[in-house]
């Protein structure tokens, strides 16, 4: 079991940053790939960025890509992501999640453990 608890959330004029924060409690963080995803109301959950285990490896979405940097210290047990130029279609819940599997994907449905949510709302 992993519990994943999310931070860094709030409310930002576009064009500016935000760095959230998942720290994982439970089992060692290292054993699991991470992932963040969005939820803007109304539509559905999407992949923004994932990471592997050692965190050599990024995956981005093409909407974030150039802008946001995920990075993790599993010395700390904490996934980050590292939002810049935001812009108003970045306003979302951010939820971070890991998952057991050995390759990092972009499908909410391969998630096992997801933390509660953080809210990012851009102003223009």
């Known amino acids: 079991q992993v519990q994943l608890v999310e931070s860094g959330g709030g409310l930002v004029q576009a064009g500016g940053s935000l760095r959230l924060s998942c720290a994982a409690s439970?089992?060692?963080?290292?054993?699991?790939?991470g992932g963040w995803f969005r939820q803007a109301p109304g539509k559905e959950r999407e992949f923004v960025a994932g990471i592997s285990r050692s965190g050599g490896t990024t995956y981005y979405a093409d909407s974030v890509k150039g802008r946001f940097t995920v990075s993790r210290d599993n010395a700390k047990n904490t996934v980050y992501l590292q939002m810049n130029s935001l812009k108003p279609e970045d306003t979302a819940v951010y939820y971070c999640?890991?998952?057991?599997?050995?390759?990092?994907?972009?499908?909410?449905?391969?998630?096992?453990?997801w933390g509660q949510g953080t809210q990012v709302t851009v102003s223009s």
């Open positions: 439970g089992r060692t963080f290292s054993s699991y790939v």
């Open positions: 999640a890991a998952n057991a599997a050995y390759l990092v994907s972009r499908r909410s449905v391969e998630y096992d453990y």
